[in-house]
């Protein structure tokens, strides 16, 4: 992924192919049913931090 590409994500709300998780203590189990709903649908980027 490229900074450009990065920041373009970042400058977006979430929508059906972005999401934004929280994630300072760890992978939530809500970043797990998103991967899953992503591979069954059109794939997209979780931005996790």
């Known amino acids: 992924m490229t900074t450009q590409l990065m ?6 709300d979430e929508k059906i192919t972005i999401e ?3 994630c300072q203590n760890g992978i939530h ?3 797990y049913e998103t991967v899953c709903s992503f591979s ?3 794939g997209g980027y979780i931005i996790m931090g």
């Open 7 to 12: 920041r373009q994500l970042l400058s977006k």
């Open 40 to 42: 069954n649908r059109y």
């Open 20 to 22: 934004f998780k929280e």
């Open 29 to 31: 189990d809500d970043v």
